[in-house]
């Protein structure tokens, strides 16, 4: 079956091995990722990067594909570290600046994960402006993925594209973290209904990320909950990091109990690549 994005179907699977697809080229570097989005999706692309932040806008005459790259080295204990937080009360902010202008809308004590705040910032001018220029050629969907940091960053990015009135059609993403407090999370399902599609795979721990303070943690998902793998696997990442919970002083992690969550996280850290959810994916989710 060739993929292929359907336009009028909501949380399609045809939708999400499309996505999936485009996920996993947006880790690729130039040219291998231009030519992974020709060949395989039949998508023009152009690779955007800024700092450590990367994402591809791909096209045809019928789409507008942006797909932003995750962890860099999700297997990795570098890879953890950029998921995890040292501070939840510190990191969890409003955005100041332009950045403000656009997520203050969110309401009167809504709040965004700092390090993928500014991962999107790095990166912004450069992304508006190819999809907007793509939209204002010729207005197609306009469809937002990622990965891991990847989906984060996507989710973020279709809230400042809508507020700079350029409309987003759906948004998927895989093993995402939580971008922000629970006003945040309601902002966002109010302003997107039924348009975001977050895929689970039930062992992968980075989903319940950032995990700060075990035992208040302040972060939310927002969106609809697609479940992907085992249900008897279903509480094993949560599980694992409630046991976390008496090692911590005041609920709060450092870098010793980092070191300890990884060598715990190790075998669940295979739940999380990205090769395992389109393996995955053949398999109908479970909407939660």
């Not at 994402?55 to 797909?67: D, G």
């Amino acid at each position: 079956m060739p993929l292929e994005l359907i336009e009028d179907a909501k949380g399609d699977i045809r939708n999400c091995r499309v996505l999936a697809v485009a996920s996993n080229l947006a880790y690729l570097p130039e040219p291998a990722g231009v030519d992974g989005f020709r060949s395989q999706l039949g998508l023009e692309a152009r690779c955007l990067g800024a700092g450590s932040t990367q994402a591809y806008v791909a096209t045809n005459e019928n789409h507008i594909v942006a797909a932003f790259r995750g962890t860099r080295s999700p297997n990795s204990l570098d890879g953890l570290r950029d998921c995890l937080l040292t501070d939840a009360a510190d990191l969890l902010i409003l955005p100041e600046g332009d950045l403000g202008t656009d997520f203050v809308a969110a309401g009167v004590g809504a709040k965004f994960h700092m390090g993928f705040i500014r991962a999107l910032a790095a990166i912004w001018d450069p992304l508006f402006a190819a999809v907007d220029a793509e939209r204002k050629q010729n207005d197609r969907p306009i469809w937002i993925t990622g990965h891991s940091l990847g989906g984060a960053l996507a989710m973020l990015a279709a809230w400042r594209f809508k507020r700079k009135f350029v409309p987003v059609h759906q948004i998927y993403t895989f093993g995402a973290p939580m971008i922000g407090n629970n006003l945040a999370a309601e902002a966002f399902d109010r302003e997107f209904p039924d348009r975001v599609f977050r895929y689970v795979n039930f062992p992968d721990p980075v989903p319940k990320l950032p995990t700060v303070s075990l035992i208040a943690n302040h972060y939310c998902h927002c969106g609809k909950e697609m479940m992907l793998g085992a249900v008897a696997a279903g509480g094993a990442a949560t599980d694992f990091f409630k046991q976390l919970a008496g090692k911590t002083l005041d609920g709060i992690l450092n870098a010793t109990l980092i070191d300890d969550i990884w060598k715990g996280m190790q075998d669940r850290m295979s739940a999380h690549f990205l090769d395992n959810y389109q393996k995955l994916i053949g398999e109908r989710p479970k909407e939660t």
